[in-house]
């Protein structure tokens, strides 16, 4: 994950305390449960990308010899390919 835990709970707590201070948002509950779920929230949408990374290294471990005969950068290819999976699968990272 890009981000630790750390930054994360920080990250769900400034979010938290901005949307309520400000009236954007009214809770049935108290701030940690509002914290506690925008914390679940941007982590798991950190795996999903983390999940999708870890996809694109197996396909292309696949094809490792044909990339090193081809001359072919890995990092662009890697690149090429997350793209190619976000737009077909309609993510947003």
Known sequence: MRLRKKMIDHLAK????????QGLVTVEGSREK???EINRLVTNDLLVEDQLN???KAMLRVHTAEIERGNIDYARMFTMVKRKLVQERGLIL
Not at 14 to 21: E, G, H, K, N, Y
């Open 54 to 56: 870890e996809e694109v």
């Open 14 to 21: 400034t979010v938290a305390d901005r949307l309520l201070t």
């Open 34 to 36: 509002v914290v506690a």
